[in-house]
């Protein structure tokens, strides 16, 4: 299947740890993105990689460290998890261009103890 | 600060009324403007998209642009149970990120 998808979907973990999510596109896009979506459901946009290439980096905590290792995957690390960081992580693609519709994978939800 | 603002809701229509979502936004230079649908518990799911001024129509979905006043709106028409939803707005400033509204709850009534 065509898709965005992101694994895991679900992370339970403990305050201090460190955790990774990973993300994948088979649609050909050029643009990736990383967006949190907390409690009140507001979608902010984190990160942002064309072709690999960082190009958005939001005011975000320098604990969260995005890799892409090639056009087609981007991928989050977490370091030292915080309770504010329980939220759900949706990774997005698009092809370039301001003007491009985004797609979103199905969603991380990170739950911190 | 570039801000797209939109009605949280819950807005409740009636099934097979039609539904009006509007939302406005700040930066005069935005190019282009998208219409999600969130789930409960899922991810936003594109339904439309507009460039030009006007309106642009697909199947029940009508979304309607007035760069001047700075707003964009998506119509539902013949509304059933499952449009129930979160819609969110999100708008692209020129040269800048997308910035996606708080979202709008919809509501339809049985």
Request: with cysteine; proline share 5%.
């Amino acid at each position: 299947d065509t898709a965005v998808s992101q694994t895991p979907k679900y992370l339970v973990t403990q305050m201090g740890n460190d955790k990774s999510i990973k993300c994948e596109q088979n649609l050909g896009h050029d643009t990736m993105y990383w967006y949190k979506q907390d409690s009140k459901k507001f979608l902010k946009i984190m990160f942002s990689y064309n072709n690999k290439e960082l190009i958005i980096n939001e005011t975000v905590p320098n604990r969260f460290s995005p890799k892409s290792p090639d056009k087609a995957h981007l991928n989050l690390h977490i370091n030292s998890l915080e309770l504010g960081d329980s939220a759900v992580y949706f990774c997005a693609s698009s092809f370039n261009g301001d003007n491009q519709p985004q797609h979103f994978g199905d969603g991380t939800r990170l739950s911190i103890l | 600060q570039k801000e797209v603002e939109q009605n949280s809701g819950p807005l409740s229509v009636p099934e097979g009324a039609i539904a009006s979502l509007n939302c406005t936004y700040s930066d005069r230079g935005s190019q282009s403007f998208f219409w999600y649908r969130q789930y409960s518990g899922k991810s936003p799911e594109l339904i439309m998209f507009i460039y030009s001024n006007g309106d642009k129509e697909d199947g029940r979905f009508t979304a309607q642009l007035n760069k001047a006043s700075q707003y964009v709106s998506l119509l539902i028409r013949d509304s059933q149970p499952s449009d129930s939803a979160t819609y969110l707005c999100a708008v692209n400033p020129r040269d800048d990120k997308i910035i996606f509204g708080k979202g709008t709850r919809l509501h339809i009534l049985p």
